[in-house]
C-alpha cells in the first residue's frame, strides 16, 4: 500500500507529502548537493553554505531568522553529507506555513555577508578542532581519505583550516549556480493535513523559485589497494578500523549486505562482534559494524577501541569472524532470526518520523521511488544463505580492506 503522494511543480521542485494522525508535523528540504561537489581546493564550501544559510536574507538578520520558529517552539536545524544538504524542522501542525515561507528565504535569498562569514568560520574551525580532538571520529575521516585517495568522496565535509579560511561570497555563489538544481530538491512533509493543501502552499512559497536545471559531473571513486596503516597520536587507547568500498545504493545486493551488516555489528548486544569481542573476551567497550550507501559507492567498516596491548587480539578475532562468513554458509534458523531481528529494528526505527521523512525524501531524490515496509521486508526475507556467502568473500575478501589503526604515541 502506497502510503505518500508526491507533486512536482513546474520549476522541477517536489512535493513529497506522509500523512499523519499526530499534532507534530516533521518536514525537510533537501537539495542534491554535498561535498562530494566541490572543486579541489574547496573541501568544507557545501558545510559553509548550509550555515551561511541562516544567517542573513534579503529579508531577514540572523535574529529573525533563528525566531521565525522558534518562537513557536519548533526546533530546526541542518546538515550537510557528501550528496546532500538537508534542512529540516519539527513544530506543531499549525506553523507548517511558517517553515515553507523560512526555508524558502534562506535557501534562495540568502546574503552571505563577510561579517557573518568571519564568525561562522570561527564556529567551523572550532568545529574541525573538536573532531580532532575525538580519535573515534577523527579515524573515520582518515580512513575514508584512504578509501578514497584523491577523490571527492574521500575528503573531509568540514574541509580543513586552510580551506575554511579561504571561502568567501563568490565561492558560496558559484557552488550554488553549478550544484542547487531545482529538479534536484524535495520538500517533505509529514503532518495531519489535506494533500492538496500541503500542494497548494508549495506552489505559493516554491513555485515562484526560477527553474535551474544545471547538470552534475560526479565521476564514480575508483577502487583502491588494500593495505595497513599506523598513525602514531596523543591518545590514550588504540582505535582501528578495518573496511573497504561496498555496493552502492542501487546495487541487487544492498539489502543483503544491511542484514549481513547488522548481522555481524549492527545495533544491539547480540551481534557476533560484540558478542565475540566485548562479551566473551572483554576487550573492547564499543565494536560495531557499518555499511553506508551512496549513488555510486559504498562503504563498509568495522570499528573498534581498545588498550593498545589488546588490540592485535581484537584485531585477529575481527578477522576470525569475517572468515567464518567467508566460509560458512549461514545455518537456516540463524539466517530467520537476523532477519527477524533487521525487520524489527526497521519497524521500530518508523517511530522516529523525523528520520523516516528525510529518508523518503532521499528516496524520491536517488530513485524516483520509494519503498514501502513490505516492499523492505519482501526484499530481507528474499535474501538466501548462499547470497550472503558470496557477499562476505567480495566484501571482506582481504585484498580489498583497509586497516587504520590511531595508537599511542
Known amino acids: 500500500m502506497i502510503d505518500y503522494q508526491a507533486h512536482t511543480l513546474p520549476n522541477g521542485i517536489r512535493i513529497l507529502f506522509k500523512p499523519s494522525p499526530f499534532t507534530i508535523t516533521h518536514c525537510c528540504f533537501i537539495v542534491n548537493a554535498g561535498s562530494r561537489d566541490e572543486m579541489p581546493g574547496q573541501e568544507g564550501l557545501a558545510h559553509f553554505i548550509e550555515h551561511l544559510l541562516f544567517k542573513e536574507t534579503e529579508r531577514r538578520n540572523t535574529n529573525q531568522i533563528l525566531n521565525r520558529l522558534e518562537l513557536v517552539g519548533a526546533d530546526l536545524n541542518a546538515y550537510t553529507t557528501k550528496e546532500y544538504t538537508c534542512i529540516h524542522a519539527s513544530l506543531l501542525n499549525q506553523h507548517l506555513e511558517r517553515s515553507m515561507d523560512l526555508f524558502e528565504d534562506i535557501l534562495f535569498h540568502s546574503t552571505f555577508p563577510e561579517e557573518e562569514q568571519e564568525k561562522e568560520r570561527g564556529v ?49 555563489r558559484t557552488f550554488i549556480k553549478a550544484n542547487y538544481s531545482t529538479s534536484e530538491m524535495i520538500f517533505a512533509v509529514h503532518g495531519n493535513y489535506d494533500f492538496k493543501k500541503v500542494v497548494k502552499l508549495g506552489e505559493k512559497y516554491f513555485g515562484g523559485v526560477a527553474e535551474h536545471y544545471p547538470k552534475k559531473n560526479r565521476v564514480k571513486p575508483q577502487l583502491n589497494d588494500s593495505g595497513i596503516f599506523i598513525v602514531k597520536k596523543p591518545i590514550s587507547q588504540t582505535h582501528c578500523i578495518i573496511g573497504g568500498q561496498a555496493y552502492e545504493s542501487l546495487h541487487e545486493y544492498k539489502n543483503a549486505l544491511l542484514l549481513l551488516n547488522n548481522l555481524l555489528g549492527g545495533m544491539g548486544m547480540s551481534s557476533r562482534l560484540n558478542l565475540e569481542i566485548r562479551e566473551k573476551h572483554g576487550i573492547a567497550y564499543t565494536i560495531e559494524s557499518n555499511y553506508t550507501t551512496f549513488t555510486d559507492t559504498g562503504i563498509f567498516s568495522i570499528y573498534f577501541g581498545t588498550d593498545t596491548e589488546k588490540a592485535d587480539k581484537a584485531t585477529r578475532l575481527v578477522h576470525k569472524e569475517l572468515k567464518k562468513l567467508r566460509e560458512q554458509k549461514l545455518g537456516t534458523l540463524l539466517l530467520h532470526q537476523a532477519k527477524q531481528k533487521f525487520i524489527g529494528q526497521i519497524a521500530l526505527a518508523e517511530e522516529n518520523r523525523l528520520s523516516l521523512i528525510i529518508s523518503m525524501a532521499k528516496s524520491l531524490l536517488d530513485f ?42
Do not use: C, W
Open 124 to 172: 567551523i574551525l572550532d568545529e574541525i578542532a573538536s573532531y580532532l580532538d575525538q580519535p573515534e571520529e577523527a579515524i573515520q575521516d582518515d580512513f575514508e581519505e584512504l578509501l578514497f585517495k584523491d577523490d571527492p568522496f574521500g575528503k573531509n565535509i568540514l574541509g580543513t583550516p586552510e580551506t575554511v579560511g579561504r571561502m568567501n561570497s563568490d565561492d558560496m
Open 368 to 409: 524516483n521511488h520509494i519503498d514501502t515496509l513490505e516492499d523492505i521486508f519482501a526484499k530481507i526475507n528474499a535474501v538466501t544463505a548462499e547470497q550472503l556467502l558470496e557477499i562476505s568473500n567480495q566484501i571482506f575478501d582481504n585484498d580489498r580492506l583497509i586497516t587504520l589503526k590511531f595508537e599511542p604515541k
